[in-house]
């Protein structure tokens, strides 16, 4: 269960850098173009000017709601990690009531060991 939460949680983490590395590619580019058009004169430099700080609020949101959903993401986390752990310490509670003989059959059951296999039903014990 907690591979199952690592790996969700190393995915939440991908597609949240994701998002922000998108964010701040888009910036970059739309500055170039800004730049690349004021250059030519197509733009006045205070055009340029207000666009670039439009453009900087924009990136500012984006940033602001991408560390408000990390934020939602990490307490999300928190709660189910607490929750597992309060599994694993009513689990340990209920081994600890086990006697050893079933402990024993528990650790078996758990590391994965199958119980001795019967014979095949095709093969006839000795008579």
Do not use: C, W, Y
Not at 33 to 61: C, F, P, R, S, Y
């Amino acid at each position: 269960m907690a591979n199952e939460e690592l790996h969700l949680t190393e995915d939440i983490k991908k597609l949240l850098l994701a998002g922000i590395g998108a964010v701040a590619t888009g910036a970059e580019k739309s500055k170039a173009i800004l730049d690349e058009l004021v250059d030519k004169g197509e733009l006045t430099v205070e055009q340029g000017k207000v666009l670039n700080q439009e453009l900087k609020h924009k990136v500012q949101a984006a940033a602001d709601h991408a560390k408000e959903k990390v934020q939602e993401v990490r307490e999300e986390v928190k709660e189910k990690v607490g929750e597992q752990k309060a599994e694993d310490a009513d689990f340990s509670k209920f081994v600890a009531t086990l006697s050893d003989e079933q402990k024993a059959a528990l650790k078996k059951a758990l590391e994965g060991e199958k119980a001795p296999e019967e014979a095949p039903a095709d093969e006839k014990a000795p008579e």
